[in-house]
């Protein structure tokens, strides 16, 4: 390739490590974050590599969604650098429309990925001034699975983001006592083989919203689990953007006002949520997001099926036994399946060794919009909890 030098090398992948001298930054991760990075570092002419532990780009949404998913935010502020979407895509492009346009984008910049390199750990070595990542084959399928490669560079774009792995909580006879199927929320696809069956969604964030609406419109009976407050607002309101209307008033009025002003509109629209079990958070929507990062549930459809009984919204779990949840209210729920709607969390902790940009929970230190740049030639690229939007916002910083 263009942009690398081997150093050392051999036929035979099996009987030694082989290193690659890298003539520009090597960015680790091939989804919406990497993928800008890339492109905005090939308008600018330098050379990169992108490391991807899978066998495709955007694997999150290539492998771990379900069917009916969509983006939560309009199509105008979710497309990356360079390169908006196709006029004919609707306001909210589907999951297949989103994967295409992402697949259209790494070829327009030509961006090839090294698929199958999973990072086993990236250091900085001071005397040299470089970076040293060592990556394994990870596809089973290969002759060379196993195989050891190390990329030597001067700098490095850690790009594998936010929802890098999945979180699965532990909860007392889950996994030891109840005979149902379990899966976590990425193996979800559709409802349809859950049509008159019961189902817990464990967790009420807009990935459990979607599932229990999803299940619900399949004919399942579906129960979610709501353990603490939410706050939930309709994707739009009188036609517009939620998401946007937030963003206009937010650069006119303070954080509190903008709160109060979405919080009337959202009662305005979905009614008042506390007789339905839903209880919202003391802090506003919009302050929740810019202290903590979470992110406000964008109704599409879940409201009205928790309002006609179709979705029952249930209290924490206690334990489970063999085709029963107990409650801590102490109901017992007759139980088919359970979809864990529990969330990712960031997996950089795990391989990356330096401790001045990135804290233990995989996320870098300092807030948005300084969170791109670390010392000694390390970026991050879509860690920023702004989506779509913060990606391209420290792809183009970084380039």
């Not at 490669?149 to 774009?157: A, D, F, G, K, T």
Request: charged share 25%; glycine share 8%; proline share 6%.
């Amino acid at each position: 390739m263009e942009n690398m030098f081997r150093l050392m090398g051999s036929e035979d992948f099996s009987d030694r490590q082989r290193c690659i001298w890298v003539n520009g930054p090597v960015i680790v991760g091939a989804g919406p974050s990497g993928l800008a990075t890339a492109a905005c570092l090939r308008e600018e002419g330098v050379p990169f590599v992108v490391l991807e532990r899978e066998e495709c780009i955007a694997s999150l949404w290539q492998k771990r969604t379900y069917d009916r998913l969509k983006l939560h935010l309009p199509k105008k502020v979710c497309q990356l650098p360079k390169m908006p979407f196709p006029e004919n895509y609707p306001d909210y492009p589907t999951k297949r429309q989103f994967i295409d346009y992402l697949e259209s984008y790494a070829t327009r910049f030509d961006i090839s990925p090294q698929f199958n390199e999973c990072v086993q750990s990236a250091r900085y070595e001071k005397t040299s001034g470089l970076w040293r990542i060592k990556t394994v084959k990870s596809s089973p399928s290969s002759a060379v699975s196993g195989s050891e490669m190390e990329y030597i560079c001067r700098w490095l774009v850690v790009a594998t983001g936010e929802n890098a792995e999945r979180v699965v909580p532990e909860i007392d006879g889950l996994t030891t006592e109840f005979n149902g199927e379990v899966i976590h929320s990425c193996e979800y696809k559709s409802g349809e083989k859950y049509r008159g069956k019961s189902v817990l969604v464990v967790g009420c964030g807009n990935s459990g919203m979607e599932v229990s609406l999803d299940l619900a419109n399949h004919g399942a009976n579906p129960s979610m689990v709501v353990r603490s407050s939410v706050h939930v607002l309709p994707r739009e309101i009188l036609g517009k953007s939620t998401f946007e209307i937030s963003m206009i008033l937010m650069k006119w009025l303070p954080l509190w006002l903008v709160d109060k002003i979405l919080l009337i509109l959202a009662w305005l629209v979905l009614g008042n949520l506390t007789k339905n079990g839903l209880k919202r958070p003391k802090m506003g929507p919009m302050e929740l997001k810019v202290l903590t990062g979470k992110t406000p549930v964008l109704d599409i459809g879940a409201m009205e099926k928790i309002k006609s009984g179709q979705v029952d919204i249930v209290p924490g779990i206690k334990r489970f036994s063999r085709s029963h949840v107990e409650l801590v209210d102490g109901q017992i729920l007759d139980l088919d399946a359970v979809v864990l709607a529990t969330g990712y969390r960031s997996n950089v902790p795990s391989w990356l060794q330096e401790n001045d940009l990135f804290s233990k929970n995989g996320f870098p230190k300092s807030p948005f919009p300084n969170a791109w740049k670390g010392k000694s030639g390390l970026y991050a690229a879509g860690f920023t909890r702004k989506g779509l939007a913060g990606a391209s916002a420290d792809a183009i910083s970084i380039a």
